[in-house]
Structures are given as structure tokens and as C-alpha cells.
């Protein structure tokens, strides 16, 4: 079974500086590993997806991650952030086998300050 | 705007009664998913349909079940509702595996008083 683990329950940042949301992933096969961002009183959106190949990973809305397999890691990275910005992220993972579900951390709060 | 449209938005019940949420995929997705959001489990899978069938199960109750139909719209059926069953419900589709991006609806929020 496969798990996940978000390291920061709320991250605060200053608009115009960089933000990393870490997430740690826990599985015995191979995976997909998927970054979602929900804004208040909407559902979730797709901001970007690892299925294999490039490690690194770019998004919508400037967004990047990467899979790091030997640290089992799929760290979100943004290099300047905006109000807008201001929303949960949910990290979420799937195996090769065909399961067809996710699954998914407990979420980050990312908190832009002007 | 998703494609995917649920309803009702908000739902208000009792204990012990039995609910049906309902939810249209985006036009050409075969594949619908439902999800549990709540405060004290976050957000969990509940169960996934393929064309009509079910594919995957994860932590959906035995009070709770669902269906897609021929139209492939689904409703996922909530039964002896309790307390804790409040929760934020999502369906998502997509074109027809997990690989593919799964897009979500705006939700529908259960409280049981």
C-alpha cells in the first residue's frame, strides 16, 4: 500500500519569493505521483503529474516538481509566488499495478503575505 | 469550469436517513471517481467506475454505494447516515485511466445534524 506524507500542514510565504512544498511518498512498486491545488470553496485542480522519463516536472501556473526516487520525494517548487497562489496543495500517489485510486497527503496550506 | 457538474451543492439531513449525491462526467470521460474530504481523514478515495463498472474500492463504507449508469452519469448512495459522515463529497472523471488527468467537480456538502 502506498502513503504519503506532507511535511508542512501550512507554509507562509512573502509575495515574489520562492516556495518548496515537500512531500515524501511511501511504496514497495513503482508510482505515479501527482500535485493537486485546491482554492477555498472549489474542487481540485491538476497542477502537474510524474507517469515516467524527465524527473523534473513543469506545470500550470509556473509550477515544477521533482521525482527524486532514492529519497522517495516529490518536492513542488515555485520560484515566485503571488496572491493568487494562495490556495491547499495536495500531493497524491498511485502505483503501476492498475489500481486506479490515489492516494492523498493531508494537504499544505500555502499562505501568500504581500 | 471543470465539465464535471455535481448536485445538489449542499445537503442537509438527520441521522439515519439516506442520501444520493449525483454527478455528470465531462462529455467523452468514461472513467468517474469519488472522494471523501473531511477535517480529521483529509481527502480519500472512495470508489472508481469504468464505463459502467467498478474498478477500484478504497475506504468506502458498506452504508455506501454507488453506480454509473449507461449515460455514464453516477450517484453514489449514503445510507443510516451518521454524525461523522459530514464531510465535503468529490467527483472527478477522466478519459479513462488514472493516468489520465482526472478533473474534478465543485463538490457537494453533506451535513448530518
Known amino acids: 500500500a502506498q502513503s504519503v506524507t506532507q511535511l508542512d500542514s501550512q507554509v507562509p510565504v512573502f509575495e515574489e519569493a520562492p516556495v518548496e512544498l515537500r512531500c515524501n511518498y511511501s511504496s514497495s512498486v513503482s508510482v505515479y505521483l501527482f500535485w493537486y491545488v485546491q482554492y477555498p470553496n472549489q474542487g481540485l485542480q491538476l497542477l502537474l503529474k510524474y507517469l515516467s522519463g524527465s524527473t523534473l516536472v513543469k506545470g500550470i501556473n509556473g509550477f515544477e516538481a521533482e521525482f527524486n526516487k532514492s529519497q522517495t520525494s516529490f518536492h513542488l517548487r515555485k520560484p515566485s509566488v503571488h496572491i493568487s497562489d494562495t490556495a491547499e496543495y495536495f500531493c497524491?500517489?498511485?502505483?503501476?499495478?492498475?489500481?486506479?485510486?490515489?492516494?492523498f497527503g493531508q494537504g499544505t496550506r500555502l499562505t501568500i503575505n504581500p | 469550469d471543470s465539465g464535471v457538474t455535481q448536485t445538489p451543492k449542499h445537503l442537509i439531513t438527520a441521522t439515519g436517513q439516506r442520501v444520493t449525491l449525483r454527478c455528470s462526467p465531462r462529455?467523452?470521460?468514461?472513467?468517474v471517481y469519488w472522494y471523501q474530504q473531511s477535517l480529521d481523514q483529509g481527502l480519500q478515495f472512495l470508489i472508481h467506475y469504468y464505463n459502467g463498472e467498478e474498478r477500484a474500492k478504497g475506504n468506502i463504507l458498506e452504508r455506501f454505494s454507488a453506480q454509473q449508469f449507461p449515460d455514464l452519469h453516477s450517484e453514489l448512495n449514503l445510507s443510516s447516515l451518521e454524525l461523522g459522515d459530514s464531510a465535503l463529497y468529490f467527483c472527478?472523471?477522466?478519459?479513462?485511466?488514472?493516468?489520465?488527468?482526472?478533473?474534478f467537480g465543485p463538490g457537494t456538502r453533506l451535513t448530518v445534524l
Open positions: 462529455s467523452g470521460d468514461l472513467s
Open positions: 472527478a472523471s477522466s478519459l479513462r485511466a488514472l493516468t489520465d488527468t482526472q478533473y
Open positions: 497524491a500517489v498511485s502505483d503501476w499495478q492498475g489500481a486506479q485510486k490515489l492516494v
